[in-house]
């Protein structure tokens, strides 16, 4: 099965496509992934992809479909798999037919995971990260707080939040997200590929309720 998840930042897509991977023999292609290894190896792809990074830009379109390009152009490039992030413009999204027709690959589902915006700022302006390397824990003051307010369960660490999780940031994202998905979601509903799952329940819920959006006939694997 070739899957692509579309949905807002902090949507789940990342939570979600670790789980269908996982329980259904799917590889997880994730580009944001793919840029940390990237810049940490600093490959020259990363090197080039930093620089947009960390001056707060997006990543030019040219350079995240490299990425992708380069890896299914590798010898053990998956046939069943799940885009998490990728394609996240329409120009994307027309590139990556092409790249997937080269191989003789198509797209089986398009799945939308759709939270309101004002769920999204909840969920992500909630959350404070561990800074230190080989640790990263995550925590949310809500729903997965630390045992002692502002310090790591796992290592001790000062816990801090990343500005992607400021609630100024997370709007001016939000923003993005929507301009850019302006053509991309009627661009795969013309394709009938494109199938919307409310994603506002538990973590379970919202993975019973994709299944039924891959296959409605599906127990529980996919």
């Not at 490959?43 to 040219?62: H, N, Y």
């Not at 000062?158 to 940031?169: A, M, N, V």
Request: a positive charge.
């Amino acid at each position: 099965m070739r899957i692509i998840l579309l949905g807002p930042p902090g949507s789940g897509k990342g939570t979600q496509a670790k789980l269908l991977c996982q329980r259904n023999q799917l590889e997880h292609i994730s580009t944001g992934d793919m840029l940390r290894q990237a810049m940490n190896q600093q490959t020259p792809l990363g090197v080039r992809a930093r620089s947009f990074i960390v001056s707060g830009q997006l990543v030019p379109d040219e350079l995240v479909n490299e990425l992708v390009a380069e890896r299914f152009a590798r010898a053990d490039r998956p046939s069943s798999f799940i885009l998490d992030g990728y394609p996240r413009t329409h120009a994307q999204a027309v590139y990556l037919d092409k790249l997937l027709d080269s191989y003789y690959l198509r797209l089986d589902k398009v799945v939308l995971l759709d939270v309101p915006d004002e769920d999204i700022v909840q969920r992500l302006s909630q959350r404070w990260s561990c800074p230190k390397a080989g640790c990263m824990w995550t925590y949310h003051l809500v729903s997965k707080p630390p045992k002692v307010p502002g310090v790591c369960d796992n290592c001790g660490t000062k816990l801090f939040q990343r500005p992607d999780d400021k609630e100024e940031t997370i709007r001016a994202r939000l923003a993005v997200y929507h301009r850019d998905t302006v053509e991309l979601i009627p661009y795969y509903r013309s394709q009938g590929l494109l199938h919307e799952v409310r994603a506002r329940g538990e973590i379970e819920q919202v993975y019973a309720d994709l299944l039924k959006a891959l296959n409605p006939q599906a127990g529980p694997s996919c």
